[in-house]
């Protein structure tokens, strides 16, 4: 179930917002508020002079009244939220690399508990709290215990279970961690070898186990491991498990635990305490294993229930869901400094001397950037149909209706796989597009790369969860003659049989305009890569083997799935109502950026597939390089549109002033090693090799 749910209900009897203390005012020349996102459209060629926000036209901001579509965050909170975290000393981050791990960790603490204070103080509610902590910007153990740990309880706990837990994880009485990966197993989830073994002598648990998870905070672990009773097993089931004593916090006895090590880059993600667990013969009472989908009786028996078992997995479907929604908010970051920056930058310009041009005029600098901003917005709106979608099949489950939860699996698998992979390329692809300032600290893109690429691998490994879509598309492929229909995002099996067929209409450069046009070709790519794949596999006795084999092939053929279903779901998003003077004109060109440019990038699999032909690919390219002309006007608003604070961007870069040059200067003079004129260490190692040249010189 959504986290949206129950949150805090404990003990928060009413829910109000903040008082008024907290600005929600801003001026800007603007139009419309998307999805908690603001088009500002500029009417001065977008070339507005960064300035500050005072100095831009004052009219005045239209509110979300009528929202769109899927669940959009409310604009005012995200507003008001990223306000109130940059105004608050002790949410700083600009100094986080230069911090030791340990001064890191503790900061990250002090803030953790300040965020929780504020929280309680304001008694925000859950979705002000969850804007909080998205722009507190900074990884932490309430992520796992609020993101999977209560999630873990909610999801596979009974309701005897929930009632005896949630209030305790609800009031941060206790703290939990999410302890499922081990040293040895991570993605073959059903390989772990902890196992839990049911003694009915003494109604307990025993458990060996070596877990990532928190290391330095959690009181308490949703552990994953086998379950062993009158010896045999059955399968992977959630325990919970104290870890620490509630009193002076040390380990009980029994349980060795502690920090993994630094990881990945400075700051970044070493706010966090991934950690190590080893068990040795830790006993837990036999009610605290998660029982919704299988219970075992005081004998020992274990009894299943109705629903499926699919369910233990299921943390990691809501998690899988809200990392695309995350994806999009870090592209959209990075994509925020890149093109202010570009428009700020000049290099070379006219012969005759006047000034020189803005990188961002240039067609490379566009070609790079303004598909990567296509695909901020392409992930928002996605993500906010997954939610949707996810939403969906949590309520299905709780009438007993389990027929959408592979689909919600393959795509919450395929969509966290997908975008992902596509925002960690974008952001280093954006930290090139800021040149050699693009390398420094305080453009703020090296510790984003840092903080966000590791979701190409937690939550699943991206190649790894791109093979459980291939295998429901082949399912999906092999039930087609069967009677089933397809339904959902692979409604368009249905007409594989004229897909397979048809041919691209396009003569025109501008027949690329059509949504139709473009659906279908990304369509038809996606079914023609299914069925050849399928066709590869029938070929081979053992089906598994058959997998094994073309993998690769099936790994290219779920990511034409999941392309699709965010180019369907772009364009569906442009079929709704969307006020605002010229904005469904923007986010219409945005669209076919972000189709034509997949098609670009692809063309091996359109062209082979024989879904277009190499004259239309080229009419393609001709329609992107003009869409691109198109987007230069507003490029600044459109990321203006984001409504990002500076001190969430954490970049010198992308300023919303544009004053980058004074910035890095000052900036620069911050480093520790600027606090003396000579260094430390001269005495000792410069001097004397300077002397020692001294005298061989004289020598
Ligand atoms: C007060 C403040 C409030 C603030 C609020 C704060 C909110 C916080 C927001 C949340 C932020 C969260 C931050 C998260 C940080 C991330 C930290 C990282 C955590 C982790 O990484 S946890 C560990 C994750 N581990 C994995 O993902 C492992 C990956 N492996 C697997 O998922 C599986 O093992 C597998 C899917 C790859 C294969 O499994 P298995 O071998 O069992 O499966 P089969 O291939 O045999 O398939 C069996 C059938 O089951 C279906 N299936 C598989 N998975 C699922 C699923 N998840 N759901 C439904 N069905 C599933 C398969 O499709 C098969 O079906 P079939 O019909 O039989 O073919
Ligand atoms: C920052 C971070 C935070 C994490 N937080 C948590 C946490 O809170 N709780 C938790 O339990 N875990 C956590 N993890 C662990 C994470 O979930 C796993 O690392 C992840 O699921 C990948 O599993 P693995 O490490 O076993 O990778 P592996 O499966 O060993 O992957 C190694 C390589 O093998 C390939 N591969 C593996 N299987 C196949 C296959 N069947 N076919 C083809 N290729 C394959 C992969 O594509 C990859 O290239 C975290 C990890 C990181 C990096």
Redesign the pocket.
């Known amino acids: 179930m959504s986290s949206a749910q129950g949150f805090l209900n404990d003990w928060v009897e009413s829910r109000v917002g903040l008082g008024s203390n907290i600005s929600n005012s801003r001026n800007t020349s603007v139009s419309y508020n998307i999805k908690g996102c603001w088009i500002p459209l500029t009417d001065n060629g977008g070339r507005r002079s960064l300035g500050s926000r005072e100095e831009q036209g004052s009219v005045r901001c239209r509110r979300d009244e009528d929202r769109l579509g899927w669940f959009p965050p409310h604009f005012d909170v995200s507003d008001r939220m990223a306000r109130l975290v940059a105004s608050d000393p002790v949410f700083r981050k600009d100094n986080r690399a230069m911090l030791s791990r340990k001064e890191l960790f503790k900061n990250t603490l002090r803030k953790a508990a300040h965020a929780w204070k504020r929280i309680i103080e304001l008694r925000l509610s859950e979705e002000e709290a969850s804007e909080m902590r998205f722009y507190v910007d900074e990884p932490a153990f309430t992520d796992?215990h609020w993101g999977?740990f209560v999630p873990a309880i909610k999801g596979q706990g009974t309701e005897e279970q929930q009632q005896k837990w949630l209030p305790l994880a609800y009031k941060m009485q206790i703290i939990g961690?999410?302890?499922?990966?081990e040293l040895g197993?991570?993605?073959?989830v059903q390989g772990l070898e902890t196992t839990a073994t049911f003694d009915p002598e003494s109604d307990e648990f025993s458990f060996i186990w070596w877990?990532?998870?928190l290391g330095k905070v959690s009181t308490h672990a949703v552990v994953y491991a086998r379950l062993i009773t009158e010896g045999q097993e059955h399968g992977v089931h959630g325990f919970i498990v104290q870890l620490r004593s509630l009193d002076d916090h040390m380990p009980l006895p029994g349980i060795t635990v502690g920090d993994i090590g630094m990881?990945f880059g400075t700051g970044a993600?070493n706010t966090?305490d991934?950690g190590v667990l080893r068990f040795d013969n830790v006993r837990i009472p036999r009610n605290q294993m998660l029982m919704r989908v299988m219970r075992v009786t005081r004998e020992g028996k274990c009894v299943q229930s109705n629903v499926p078992r699919q369910l233990i997995y299921g943390t990691m479907v809501y998690v899988r869901q809200t990392i695309v929604s995350d994806a999009s908010s870090a592209l959209s970051r990075a994509v925020c400094i890149a093109t202010r920056y570009s428009a700020v930058r000049r290099q070379f310009g006219p012969q005759d001397g006047g000034v020189e041009t803005q990188v961002i005029d240039y067609k490379t600098q566009q070609s790079r950037l303004f598909p990567l901003l296509a695909s901020a917005y392409a992930f928002r709106f996605v993500g906010e149909w997954l939610k949707w979608l996810y939403l969906d099949v949590t309520q299905r489950l709780q009438a007993n209706d389990f027929s959408t939860l592979p689909e919600a699996h393959a795509c919450t698998a395929g969509l966290k796989s997908l975008t992902t992979s596509a925002t960690a390329d974008a952001i280093e692809e954006c930290r090139k597009l800021c040149g050699g300032h693009g390398y420094l600290s305080s453009s703020g893109l090296p510790e984003l790369f840092a903080v966000y690429v590791?979701a190409c691998?937690?939550?699943?490994?991206n190649?790894?969860l791109l093979?459980q879509v291939a295998r429901f598309l082949m399912k999906t492929v092999s039930q087609l003659g069967s009677g089933k229909k397809p339904v959902g995002t692979t409604a368009y099996m249905a007409r594989a049989e004229d897909l397979l067929q048809s041919r691209c209409s396009v003569q025109k450069a501008e027949d690329w305009l059509k949504p139709s046009v473009i659906l279908e070709a990304f369509e038809a790519r996606a079914v023609r890569m299914c069925v050849a794949c399928a066709q590869s596999l029938s070929k081979f006795q053992n089906p598994e083997e058959g997998f094994l084999e073309l993998?690769a092939d099936l790994v290219e053929a779920a990511i034409a799935h999941c392309q699709l279903i965010v180019v369907s779901k772009f364009i569906e998003k442009l079929q709704q109502d969307i006020p605002g003077k010229g904005v469904k004109q923007q986010l219409q060109i945005l669209c076919y950026i972000y189709a034509l440019n997949l098609l670009h990038k692809h063309l091996g699999d359109f062209l082979s597939t024989g879904c277009i032909t190499p004259k239309q690919a080229s009419l393609a390219n001709d329609h992107l390089r003009s869409l691109y002309s198109k987007v230069r006007p507003n490029a600044i608003a459109l990321v203006d549109a984001f409504n990002y604070t500076d001190h969430f961007l954490g970049s010198v870069l992308g300023r919303y002033d544009g004053n980058v040059y004074p910035k890095l200067y000052e900036e620069a003079w911050k480093d520790p090693l600027n606090d003396s004129v000579v260094p430390d260490g001269y005495q000792e190692y410069i001097r004397p090799m300077l002397k020692q040249q001294l005298r061989n010189a004289r020598l």
């Open positions: 796992l999977m961690c999410y302890a499922q990966t197993h991570g993605s073959n877990p990532g998870g990881k993600y966090m991934n590791p691998t937690y939550e699943g490994d190649v790894v093979l993998s």
